[in-house]
């Protein structure tokens, strides 16, 4: 497929500031610097390889070109994940039954995935297998009330129990779905500065006795311990805790399991207290040597659930947070730990459990979607989805009905496979790309399934968050194409909608529970209409002597 291919981006002369400073010894202002090169030297070669906002007009025609003659990226298989936050355990699981034909079916539909099971009182949890329950305190979700610092924050001062039944029964869950589970183990449990592995000794033997296989973390989002748990662990130490959970993983299964951290929070500017602990946690793990980590983790929210309003979810300046907070983590990884992937193993729109009639709506989709691009783009290997039940950003309302965004996440497992592909957007009267706008694109190769018809198709996808219809106008040598279908998801009833329509047909389960066919429009001419405030997914499929094929 001839079409543009991106340009390789500019490279910029260090700053003059860290010259006679160790690379791995460096004042945080260094960092911004840092942060404020990368962001200005990726934005050209993001502008014009990958997609960027572009305005238009009412009635406007744009070019969209994708380069099929290399990979950018390639992601995990696993790359669009789900999580669930531990305190649904204490809650009893509330309506979420992990023995349920339903709760299974649904969550299956996104297979094959990690299953992160963690949250703020993931360190408030103690594993013990003479309880018979673990139903004996009830959290908020996601630190939802633990908003003005320490004080704030008492509900979470307290422990709780995970008995041998309950994890049994979440490892089930998780086989029965087809998903990957990953844990986050307490590292609050501390005999002075130092870690007490006491207890995740007994869960780690109790999970070999039983066979089960899973991956693990430990600690949540410890840049914060000290706002919220008013007990601080520094990353250099942090980084030992780790190494001693991977002499103790490693003694007890006798091979290599996963191992993911550190899982700090909010990496931004001007406050770069999270940077800052990311560094001193991966200094000390480059000390420490391979092997202690398999991947470096962190979190992300746009916006806080409690005071968001419409319009944040609608403001394109709000799409950028996600890209600049990442180029942060990307530059200290490669850095400090290069080769190792990073993996965003919690995430949604808003933090504090989202935001009400909002992030469990329409509209949510849009900066979903967009950090699925986007971080694809950015070379992530995993984004998991806060949450899968719980709080008003879940997949699966409480009424255990799939909210919007449940149905976009499916849709993408279905047409969006691991390879990433570059994607040039113009408009027909303009010959550069612009930083501001409503429309934004990426592409991947479909998954690959042996025997498919599909094989070698390319999937575009992308949404329109502008008031107005757009034209998209696909490259010039489409005629060979086998077929070309349109999935085209839009609101039913304005942006707040409870449900989202399909090709202009509501996305429901079938009476008996199941999910219905995701059926496609065909595409019939080299152009498509991208309406106002949608969502849409266009799988190319017949391409011959491409990085898909």
Not at 104 to 125: E, H, I, K
Not at 280 to 309: C, M
Request: glycine residues 8%.
């Amino acid at each position: 497929m001839t079409v543009y291919i991106p340009g390789v981006h500019k490279k910029t002369a260090p700053c003059s500031s860290a010259t006679t400073k160790s690379s791995y010894e460096l004042p945080t202002a260094f960092w911004i610097c840092i942060y404020f090169g990368i962001v200005m030297v990726n934005i050209g070669g993001f502008l014009i390889a990958l997609h960027f906002w572009i305005p238009y007009p009412v009635d406007s025609q744009i070019y969209v070109e994708v380069d099929t003659s290399r990979v950018l990226h390639s992601t995990s298989n696993k790359f669009l994940s789900i999580a669930l936050d531990s305190s649904i355990i204490p809650k009893g699981w509330r309506k979420f039954d992990l023995n349920s034909p339903l709760v299974v079916r649904m969550v299956s539909a996104l297979s094959p995935a990690y299953l992160r099971f963690g949250g703020t009182v993931s360190d408030r949890l103690i594993f013990d297998t003479s309880h018979v329950s673990s139903v004996n305190y009830s959290y908020p979700t996601d630190g939802e009330s633990c908003i003005n610092g320490y004080e704030d924050c008492a509900l979470f001062q307290k422990n709780f129990t995970l008995s041998g039944t309950d994890w049994l029964k979440i490892n089930k869950f998780a086989q029965a779905a087809g998903l990957d589970l990953i844990f986050d183990v307490n590292v609050l449990l501390r005999n002075g500065k130092h870690w007490d592995p006491t207890n995740a000794i007994k869960l780690i033997n109790y999970s070999r006795d039983h066979e089960l296989s899973l991956s693990w973390q430990l600690g949540n989002e410890p840049n914060s311990f000290e706002y919220v748990f008013g007990k601080p662990v520094p990353g250099r130490q942090l980084a030992k805790d780790f190494a001693e959970l991977r002499g103790i993983l490693d003694s007890v299964y006798g091979s290599h399991v996963k191992l993911v951290g550190p899982d700090i929070t909010r990496p931004r500017v001007p406050r770069l207290d999270a940077i800052d602990y990311l560094m001193d946690f991966l200094k000390e793990i480059r000390k420490l040597g391979n092997g202690v980590i398999d991947a470096v983790s962190w979190h992300h929210y746009y916006l806080d659930g409690r005071n968001s309003t419409l319009e944040d979810y609608m403001d394109p300046s709000n799409f950028k947070i996600f890209y600049a907070q990442t180029q942060l983590v990307k530059s200290l990884v490669t850095l400090l730990t290069p080769g190792l992937p990073i993996w965003i193993t919690e995430t949604s729109d808003a933090y504090g459990g989202g935001t009400p009639n909002i992030t469990d709506r329409f509209v949510g989709g849009f900066l979903w979607m967009d950090k699925l691009g986007s971080a694809a783009v950015n070379g992530i290997q995993v984004v998991a989805r806060q949450c899968i039940y719980g709080g008003d950003y879940a997949l699966i309302d409480k009424q255990l009905k799939p909210n919007p965004d449940f149905w976009l996440s499916v849709l993408h497992k279905k047409l969006v496979g691991p390879k990433v592909l570059g994607v040039y957007l113009r408009h027909a009267k303009q010959s550069h790309i612009h930083e501001d706008g409503r429309l934004r694109f990426y592409a991947h190769c479909a998954p690959q399934i042996k025997a498919s018809p599909n094989r070698g198709a390319i999937t575009l996808f992308g949404y329109n968050i502008g008031s107005q219809a757009v034209t998209i106008s696909l490259g010039h040598d489409l005629e060979l194409v086998k077929s070309m279908n349109v999935y085209t998801l839009t609101a039913e009833e304005g942006l707040q909608s409870r449900y989202t329509l399909l090709n202009g047909r509501r996305l429901e389960l079938n009476e008996d529970g199941t999910l219905p066919p995701l059926m496609p429009n065909v595409l019939k001419s080299k152009t498509l209409l991208v309406p106002p405030f949608a969502m849409v997914f266009l799988q190319i499929i017949g391409l011959t002597d491409t990085v898909c094929d």
